[in-house]
């Protein structure tokens, strides 16, 4: 119940550019870098959210400076742009490690990416910052999200999922299933475009969907819950197609998200697993 209700929270408020900084050579680049640190599964998915609504924030906010100082003063607009474009980027990496480091945090303490660790991952890229920069990219983020950070990734979703499933006499290969969850989760962020854009085709019977349908269908991107049940789904039909029915009916009812939605996300993501349309 409280992580539906988180879901439904942050989808009544969720800005117009969600989505924007989950393309796939981000959430590459974060997933490698976790692999490196060796964190655990659960951190990836919270640094990916965390660097993403970190970033819409601040580009927010730099943009309603950027036009407050250029305000009554168009010539100087195309340099302030610029300027703000530059300043984004040029510290891109830097906040992204900063995310990195805070969902290690999170996760588990006893594996904390260091300031030591980031620095050096930072100068192997040839990019020169001192601890102090490096905690105060990390208190720039904290204060930029005000603090609420400890944001339910999707494998919290799936894993709650699975333990209801269970607690409900489904019997599922449970370790194995687990592991098959996380690689599809996997799989569904780095291919998350190309999945959902099949999705919308399949939902709406039309394979050229309008701004209006497009922009309607974000709140579907970002559904965690949708997500999650999804993803079981998918699991079980891959490793014991015959419970599936029974899963996807007891999916249903826990969530109240329709057997048909369910159905339909399983297909988006099994087509493209297997390279051509899912049974």
Not at 76 to 104: E, M, N
Request: some cysteine.
């Amino acid at each position: 119940i409280d992580l539906a209700a988180e879901n439904e929270q942050y989808l009544s408020e969720l800005p117009g550019q969600a989505g924007c900084f989950k393309e796939t050579p981000i959430v590459e680049f974060i997933f490698l870098l976790s692999e490196k640190w060796h964190l655990d599964q659960s951190a990836k998915y919270q640094a990916v959210e965390l660097l993403e609504r970190f970033m819409i924030k601040q580009v927010e906010q730099l943009s309603k400076s950027c036009g407050e100082n250029i305000e009554g003063h168009e010539e100087g607009a195309v340099g302030s742009w610029s300027s703000l474009s530059d300043q984004i980027h040029d510290t891109f990496v830097l906040r992204l490690v900063s995310c990195v480091q805070l969902a290690s945090k999170l996760s588990l303490h006893y594996n904390v990416v260091n300031s030591d660790t980031a620095l050096k991952f930072l100068q192997s890229l040839k990019l020169l910052y001192t601890k102090e920069e490096l905690l105060e990219s990390e208190l720039t983020v904290l204060n930029t999200l005000h603090f609420q950070i400890n944001v339910s990734p999707p494998l919290a979703y799936v894993e709650l999922l699975l333990e209801v499933l269970g607690h409900n006499g489904c019997l599922l290969p449970t370790k194995s299933l687990h592991q098959m969850c996380v690689q599809l989760l996997d799989f569904s962020y780095l291919m998350r475009d190309t999945i959902y854009n099949t999705l919308l085709e399949v939902a709406i019977e039309n394979p050229t969907p309008s701004k209006l349908q497009v922009a309607k269908f974000l709140a579907v991107k970002e559904d965690f819950m949708l997500l999650a049940v999804g993803i079981i789904s998918t699991g079980v039909f891959v490793l014991n197609p015959g419970l599936w029915p029974q899963v996807v009916e007891h999916l249903s009812w826990i969530t109240g998200i329709t057997s048909q939605s369910i159905l339909e996300f399983s297909y988006a993501v099994l087509t493209h697993v297997v390279g051509s349309p899912a049974p």
